[in-house]
């Protein structure tokens, strides 16, 4: 009933209110690894039922462990970015996944 109120009085609802671009970019770059994570967990499961389900069908057999070894690559290539990342923010004195300036005084 609040966030109808809040909604007719032209308010955001009070979760939204602190709300800003700082704050979502590190959300945002969890949330893409999380994703990214899920995503290859699915198609590595998918690979490995494609190649048991191959039936020693050469094809099949191929196709199933290129998914396989896609899976891992993507997976190596999320892990190298948030490894980079974490690289940046100990170099710089920035931290991307929170989005505050250490180093820098104003």
């Known amino acids: 009933m609040k ?21 979502m970019i590190p959300a945002l ?9 899920v995503l290859f967990l699915f198609s590595l499961l998918l690979g490995g039922i494609k190649f048991i389900l191959s039936g020693g069908n050469k094809e099949n057999t191929e196709e199933a462990g290129r998914q396989v070894v896609n899976a891992i690559i993507g997976l190596v290539i ?29």
């Open 3 to 23: 966030i109808v109120q809040s909604i007719r009085l032209g308010q955001p609802p009070p979760e939204f209110r602190n709300l800003s671009i700082p704050k």
């Open 78 to 106: 999320v892990f190298s970015t948030w490894a980079i990342i974490s690289i940046l923010e100990q170099f710089f004195g920035v931290e991307l996944t929170t989005l505050s300036f250490s180093s820098v005084k104003f």
């Open 29 to 37: 770059i969890n949330l893409v690894i999380i994703v990214a994570v």
